[in-house]
């Protein structure tokens, strides 16, 4: 049985056998067979690529199997790999699939379970998002501290049940705070998108104990527990959610608060890592 898993597992039809094939193309490019902690950048986060150690390669996401270049703008395209100043090798993954973008929550999550299928133990996972906390002003970093999935989908296939308590790690959470005490937490809201909630499903994300709305991460998280990983995720808010201020959300705003906090997010990130 044990045997006839394994094979079933390495079956080239699996989402895993995509992924080692991935981890391969990026072992061979970069030159490096394994590397130690994975990110994912979301919007807001991309210039933490530069600032976390000496970047030793770069290859476009289309060259990897199971990857599609991104066409949101802010988000970048590339995987790349970083030697660190103390000696840990990171992957940085500049390309996110959407589970809006309905090419299907296998592809949703591919860059998870390739980072793991590269040797990953810790996969940070970063986006930007809608803040219900009202003190929670646009470019204000936060940790993850749970999730509410409201995508009605789950990355595991077939009877796979993965205990998700303490899924965003308390321990890396910590070490985050180590390196800034004011970093706030809460609960990150996944909603399909692409459109913002409406206000009222905001009231509902809160009184359902949401505190951050946003349309990644989540599902992400998920597999890469699946995959043994230990999870840190960091949002940051760059807009209040619907109906938490009587301003109307724009994509142009949300980019450009972005932007605005980018340099000290970035330079925040690239000090969490190291101390990872
Ligand atoms: I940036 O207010 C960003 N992403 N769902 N809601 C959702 N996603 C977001 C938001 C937001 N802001």
Known sequence: LRRQRQMCIRDSHTPFALATDAAKVIADQTSISRHDIALTLGS???KAADLIGETIAEIP???????ASSGVP???????????ANGK??????????????????AVVHSVRTAAACGAKVMVLTNGAGGIKDHWTPGTPVLISDHLNLTASSPLEGATFIDLTDLYSSRLRDI???IDPTLDEGVYVQFRGPHYETPAEVQMAKTMG??????????????????GMEVLGLSLITNLAAGISPEPLSHKEVIEAGQMAEPVISALLAKIVAAL
Do not use: N, Q
């Open 44 to 46: 807001g986060w991309a």
């Open 61 to 67: 996401a289309g060259d990897v199997p199971g990857f």
């Open 74 to 84: 802010g988000h970048t395209g590339t995987i790349r790999s970083i030697k660190m």
């Open 89 to 106: 090798h990171a992957l940085v993954i500049g390309a996110r699939t959407h589970f809006y973008e309905d090419k299907g929550v296998r």
């Open 176 to 178: 985050a705070r180590t």
């Open 210 to 227: 949401g505190h951050i709305v946003g349309m990644s991460t989540a599902l992400e998280a998920i597999a890469a527990r699946e995959a």
